[in-house]
T-cell receptor, first 115, second 116 residues
């Protein structure tokens, strides 16, 4: 069975602080794919990043960075110097590698950036 | 940038009525999906569709639900007899290829369905 756990239901930080959103996953597949999506207050789902299980290189994109640790089955997301516009619900998601084409989502972390 | 388009953005219907939610996936994409999100909850998989047939469906996707690709561009979700618990945001998504399975899903803006 596959599962994505986002233990942090809600986080509030003051603008310009760094914040890390945790994601832990479970899968029996040796090949799998991980994603992060952002859901701003307007409600749409915005794709942020994907990571293959065979590529453990961390990634940085502007103020966003992702830390993939296969040994702990974690794929954490850090926002540096947070801004009010970062306020949203963030979903971590997993897709298996065995011709299983659906993505399953964690429950999401609601992030509040306070001015 | 091409995007997935969903109509209507909000639909209100009475319990027992049939509703059809419409989606236009990105034109060169091959895989299509419906997900739903009950207010404040997680995004749940309903069904995936490839090569004009359902490739996978969840337990939520019972006989009241059906999907169709009536022409080369539209992808629809029909709920035959709506229940109060069908009230949710319904997201359509598409991806260009599931090989090597890491193609992201691109989501539409959603249709908020309210059943009264």
């Amino acid at each position: 069975a596959q599962k994505v756990t986002q233990a942090q239901t809600e986080i509030s930080v003051v603008e310009k602080e760094d914040v890390t959103l945790d994601c832990v996953y479970e899968t029996r597949d040796t090949t799998y794919y991980l994603f992060w999506y952002k859901q701003p207050p307007s409600g749409e789902l915005v794709f942020l990043i994907r990571r293959n299980s065979f590529d453990e290189q961390n990634e940085i994109s502007g103020r966003y960075s992702w830390n993939f640790q296969k040994s702990t089955s974690s794929f954490n997301f850090t926002i540096t110097a947070s801004q009010v516009v970062d306020s949203a619900v963030y979903f971590c998601a997993l897709r298996g590698g065995n011709r299983d084409d659906k993505i399953i989502f964690g429950k999401g972390t609601r992030l509040h950036i306070l001015p | 940038e091409p995007e997935v388009t969903q109509t209507p953005s909000h639909q209100v219907t009475q319990m027992g009525q049939e509703v059809i939610l419409r989606c236009v996936p990105i034109s060169n994409h091959l895989y299509f999906y419906w997900y739903r999100q009950i207010l404040g909850q997680k995004v749940e998989f309903l069904v995936s569709f490839y090569n004009n047939e359902i490739s996978e469906k969840s337990e939520i996707f019972d006989d009241q639900f059906s999907v169709e690709r009536p022409d080369g561009s539209n992808f629809t979700l029909k709920i035959r007899s709506t229940k109060l618990e069908d009230s949710a945001m319904y997201f359509c998504a598409s991806s260009e290829d599931r090989r090597p399975y890491n193609s992201p899903l691109h989501f539409g803006n959603g249709t908020r369905l309210t059943v009264t």
